[in-house]
């Protein structure tokens, strides 16, 4: 398999015939992922996420450009780390935001082959945004990436699903986006590792950050008791406590910062063994989803023409209730 | 089948024990469930939400007594509804909201047969909760209630699926929970149809009102062709245009003209055939999860012992892709 090998070798051009076949669910694509798997597992995914306006783009900008210059940390001989960039736009495909985002990278980071950047707009569902970003995230690890940079906007369900395939969250707010505390935000902090103001230059900064520290302070308690410690197979370990950094992006203020912490949260998760954990837990789900996917697919194959749509006719006409239906033709396989 | 008998006589005792069945996932209640399936499909389901602090626990109060006193609209000789209501909590079992809520609402309605409250806490994940709380839907339409008021928190996922599962949607905002225009309203709005500001006597009010109309302008352009309408099945039709109404739910105020608009959205619903098409994609929906999960479960029944495993071991050592694993898994069974 050429393709495979050539990204192997860091040829950029393979690279992204292979990412479009992904994304267009190629099967010679999806082979290719296979083959490429085994050499995933060394790339740190960092999840980036936050509202318009807070400015998340130059942020993961500049952390990108402080990778490729200084790596993690300030070290007296710097190390420099090769960055993979996807940004994921669940709304329109026609936003304004992703195109000028995508012109301000263009200008500082094009031509540095240790860098490579990848806008996904929706085309369609979310899960399958969701599913085509784990697969695109697989290629680029095994492509050799030490740092991938999954950028979404903060909303809802992206999230979750940026959530589960990073290593570690980071969740950009801003001032004068709405400085209360809100439910909304109770949500996105349980999925928080490190949280970003960013333009901490502008008036009320002081109160978000204020804000945000209260917010975790208050659910820093619930946290520790939380059902969903289990359904995601972590074990009882010391408490990461999301540092809340502010950061000027576009002066680049804070961002030696922020590359500490994000390196700082994955030495907490290799130490605690939250790292095998979490890993464990997001293969798990990802091969359950796969398998119901699969399952359902194979299963709609075999049906008669017709035989799901008739199906559902005798749920809507109330003849049968959809779990009856649903019984009788998965048993009329069998038959 | 005693227990059906009972609920569709009205048996309200009946009722509560088959809920709590049905909540189990008990096998002889999801039986009665199938059995009072036929009946099902009277009832106008109403989706609540809104963030924790807007007050729509006493508006989902408020709009219960003035059903049962005066029905939908006003008229000479008013008609009261029966009404059920699903208090639907997807964070903390221990919520100080949930309690106070109910107990505020026993003080008004306790009493009355022509109204049935459940509440429902969650225990354990998401999906699970959304998927109990479509068949006790189910139930209650069946024990013939006219209406059916769904509240939940406004947070992410709990909205899509109350969206899924209701023929209107009200959201619920209040003045001072952060009134700027957030790419989070912009979500909100997708799913509603009409959208409540509580609490309109506090200061800001006008504000929030005024907010929510410019948001709701902005989303109107983009939703005439948002991709959505084609994955719910839903036929271009004239727009319905969500108004924005005020309300002071502790004092009543507003609270006629909320039960006007949800009339109206019914009427609109039915003139323009959205109702069947909203039918059509939910029991999709509906019918694809349950296959999916029922799928899922015969397959794993008939694995080995651990060869689930066994399986995400070897993606987990990077032996295997996960698709491969999955595939394979499948037709080993297919051998």
């Given amino acids: ?3 495979v090998e050539r990204v ?10 292979l990412l479009t076949q992904i994304e267009n669910e190629d099967a010679s694509g999806l082979e290719a992922l296979s ?3 085994p050499h ?3 790339a740190h995914r960092i999840g980036i996420t936050g509202a318009p306006g807070t400015g998340k783009s130059s942020l993961v900008n500049r952390l990108a450009l402080h990778l490729r210059q200084n790596g993690w940390s300030e070290q007296a001989e710097p190390e420099a780390e090769t960055v993979a960039i996807v940004a994921v736009d669940p709304s329109s495909p026609f936003s304004g935001g992703a195109f000028l985002g995508d012109r301000i990278r263009m200008r500082d980071l094009y031509g540095d082959p240790g860098i490579f ?3 996904m707009a929706s085309r369609g569902a979310l899960g399958g945004l969701a599913r085509a970003t784990v697969d695109m995230v697989e290629v680029l690890d095994a492509a050799g990436f030490a740092a991938i940079l999954i950028e979404t906007v903060g909303a809802g369900q992206a999230e979750v699903d940026i959530a589960r395939m990073a290593h570690t969250v980071v969740v950009v707010d801003a001032p004068g986006l709405g400085d209360d505390v809100q439910a909304i935000k109770a949500g996105i902090l349980e999925i928080a590792d490190i949280l970003v103001v960013n333009k901490a230059d502008l ?3 002081e109160n978000t950050l204020r804000a945000l520290q209260l917010v975790l302070e208050l659910a820093n308690t619930a946290q520790r008791t939380k059902p969903d410690a289990a359904a ?10 999301p540092p809340v950094l502010p950061t000027v992006a576009i002066q680049g203020d804070g961002i030696v910062e922020l590359a500490q912490a994000i390196h700082d949260h994955r030495e907490h998760l290799d130490l605690s063994g939250e790292y095998a954990a979490r890993e464990r837990a997001r293969v798990r789900t990802e091969m359950e989803e796969l398998l119901r996917q699969q399952l359902l697919e194979g299963f709609l194959m075999h049906q008669p023409e017709g035989a799901f749509e008739a199906a559902l006719e005798l749920v809507l006409t109330k003849k049968k ?3 009856q239906a649903v019984r009788e033709m998965i048993e009329g396989k069998k038959r």
């Fill in 1 to 3: 398999m050429k393709s």
């Fill in 40 to 42: 995933t597992g060394h």
């Fill in 321 to 323: 209730a959809p779990r």
């Fill in 8 to 17: 192997l070798k860091g040829d950029r051009l393979a690279l992204a015939r």
């Fill in 35 to 37: 083959a490429l798997y």
């Fill in 232 to 241: 995601r197979d972590v074990a009882p370990q010391p408490a990461w406590v």
């Fill in 203 to 205: 008036p009320g900064a």
């Fill in 117 to 119: 950047i990848r806008s």
